[in-house]
């Protein structure tokens, strides 16, 4: 079955600081992946996607991820952290044809001042 | 463009009444999702839609809860009747095309007490 882990709930870094959440799916083939971002109060708002190509894909306020296959994982990577970032963070996986997408658990994420 | 619309954001309501959810696309988009957010198992697709019609609904929980989209700029999510363990936030996204880009709304947050 289709699954999506991100093993940590809750993280917290410090201002400035580097941050990498972990995503690991499940899927029998090659699977479309996604970061979503929440903010509280808020509905989920896309950060990044991959399709194929180029497995480093960048997104949109400082973020990329990389698609390792090998490993099933697709860790979503900031070099220095604002507390605007502060919120919850989503990985999805997905196929075109099946029209849906699964998604992980989330990670909060806190930021130190 | 205006984005995706939930009605009502907030609605707290006693066991047994019914619940209406309401939501508009964005304009254009031809798939239309329902999700349910909750603690303890996070996001949950209930139903989704292409160009009005229901392609895959074994997310739905049970009878009391169904979906309608009668045109291209409106659909219901119906829980009849309600129950305690309907509390949730309930989401709507849309997107075009299936490319995994949704994009939510704010989200109706539901009490049943």
């Known amino acids: 079955a289709q699954s999506v882990t991100q093993p940590d709930i809750h993280i917290t870094v410090s201002e400035g600081a580097s941050l990498e959440l972990r995503c690991n799916y499940s899927y029998g083939a090659t699977p479309y992946l996604f970061w979503y971002v929440q903010s509280p109060g808020q509905g989920l708002q896309l950060l990044l996607k991959y399709f194929s190509g180029d497995t480093l894909v960048q997104g949109i306020k400082g973020f990329e991820a990389e698609f390792k296959r090998s490993q099933s994982s697709f860790n979503l990577r900031k070099p220095s952290v604002h507390w605007s970032d502060a919120a919850e963070y989503f990985c999805a996986v997905g196929r075109g044809s099946q029209g849906n997408l699964i998604f992980g658990k989330g990670t909060k994420l806190s930021v130190k001042p | 463009d205006a984005g995706v619309i939930q009605s009502p954001r907030h609605e707290v309501t006693e066991m047994g009444q019914e619940v209406t959810l309401r939501c508009k696309p964005i304009s254009g988009h031809d798939y239309l999702f329902w999700y349910r957010q909750t603690m303890m198992r996070g996001l949950e697709l209930l139903i989704y839609?292409?160009?009005?019609?229901?392609?895959?609904d074994s997310g739905m929980p049970e009878d009391r809860f169904s979906a309608k989209m009668p045109n291209a700029s409106f659909s219901t999510l119906k829980i009849q009747p309600s129950e305690p363990r309907d509390s949730a936030v309930y989401f709507c996204?849309?997107?075009?095309?299936?490319?995994?880009?949704?994009?939510f709304g704010e989200g109706s947050r539901l009490t049943v007490l």
């Open positions: 839609f292409n160009n009005n019609v229901p392609i895959d």
């Open positions: 996204a849309s997107s075009f095309g299936f490319t995994g880009e949704l994009f």
